[in-house]
């Protein structure tokens, strides 16, 4: 694990609370998945954040939710291309087996959990791959028109929309999942705990469910 100092070549906001964060990679290596520990300089508090970007992408980039009166996050809203800030990573095991390549993958997230699924498949493009993404508003479909389409299915919990009206779970339950399927579940905890149910009533492995809490 290496802690250095990473340039922001480009700060962009999102939405008016999530920004997309892409700063040097200074020559780390890093497994798709993976996450790092970020932070302003000086602060002395860092948050964790999964890997947006892919192994072979010349730059780490990072998507994060601002938390209003947060501690760390609302100190990044006033950074620019040109500033610094403070990365430790990576680390994680929330990673492909490359073994297993060729299975069927379902991606489950919620939010900026989306992030580590950018970053598989970013790395592993042809891997076959079903991303399930819940979130409130259309606007945070983040990276949505970047994956194949079909692949990609946004749960809106919020607003009318163009792929699914609801809540995550309510569409997994409509769905047929062959029982080798590996499915990765990245997100809030209640969303995981729920999903992981109903991928088990549809007689998916235990061993074949990974998870990470991404808040």
Known sequence: MNNYLHKIIKLKFLTESTILLRVERNDIIFKAGQCFSIAPIGLGINREYSIYSGENDDYLEFIIKIVENGTVTPKFKPLKAGDNVEIAGPYGEFCLDINKLNNT???????????????????????????????????????????????????????????????????????????????????????????????????????????????
């Open 105 to 215: 993958y379902l991606f489950i997230a919620t939010g900026t959990g989306i992030a580590p699924f950018h970053s598989f498949v970013k790395t592993f493009p042809d891997i076959d791959y079903q991303i399930i993404h819940g979130i409130r508003h259309n606007n945070e479909k983040y990276g949505s028109t970047y994956y194949e389409k079909g692949k990609y299915i946004a749960c809106v919990s919020r607003e009318t929309s163009n792929d699914f009206k609801g809540r995550i779970t309510d569409y997994l339950k409509t769905m047929e999942i062959a029982e080798d399927t590996i499915s990765y579940l990245c997100g809030n905890r209640a969303m995981l705990i729920d999903a992981y149910d109903i991928l088990r009533e549809k007689n998916i492995g235990g061993n074949n469910i990974i998870t990470e809490v991404f808040f």
